[in-house]
């Protein structure tokens, strides 16, 4: 993937098909321990310990459609390369939580990408879900949170053309250009 925002998107639609109604995604950026860090949270229906020790393996899936699931294995994969490290917690009928910490100088991270996409993308694939997106650089910090939108809009849906609109350019604008990374 091209992207942080795809494998983050990738990881929340894993969150979506376990059943979340809540999905917590944070992104912070520290240069001067040269590091930025993603993790994704969910209160789906988590893994069983068996399953958790496999997850990383790309031929290891719960999916039907198909017998690969490469999301978290590329995950971990692009975290180690960036000489970072990954981890991943689940706790069966309370969530899973993934991790990825990558060295910001490392020439192997890619961009973060468009985050403003992922979010609505994922608004409009789960209208019900309640997303909470942290984005935190060096002291600053921007934080989305869907189910506190729900109650300034009240009757408005989030999947309303000109809500979806709006939350792009608002994340957009408060990710200061952070696109790159």
């Known amino acids: ?12 639609q894993n969150s979506i098909r376990a059943g979340a109604k809540n999905i917590y ?3 912070n950026i520290d240069t001067s321990k040269d ?21 990383t393996d790309p031929f290891i899936t719960t999916r039907k459609e198909r017998k690969v699931g490469l999301g978290i294995p590329l995950f971990k994969e692009l975290a180690q390369l960036c000489e970072g490290n990954f981890e991943i917690f689940s706790v069966e009928g309370k969530g899973t939580k ?5 060295k910001l100088s490392s020439i192997d991270l890619v961009p973060i990408g468009d985050m403003a996409s992922t979010i609505v993308s994922l608004i409009l694939s789960a209208p019900d879900l309640d997303i909470v997106y942290k984005y935190s650089k060096d002291g600053y910090e921007f ?11 009240k009757e408005v849906s989030l999947n309303d053309i000109k809500v979806l609109n709006w939350i792009r350019e608002y994340v957009e604008e408060n990710m200061k250009g952070d696109t790159e990374v």
């Open 1 to 12: 993937m091209k992207e942080l925002a795809l494998y983050i998107l990738d990881l929340s």
């Open 25 to 27: 995604i944070e992104i």
């Open 35 to 55: 590091m930025l860090k993603v993790s994704i949270e969910d209160d789906g229906c988590g893994m069983s310990e068996e399953l958790l020790k496999k997850v």
């Open 98 to 102: 993934i991790i990825g910490i990558f």
């Open 143 to 153: 934080l989305l949170d869907t189910k506190e939108l729900r109650k300034v809009l």
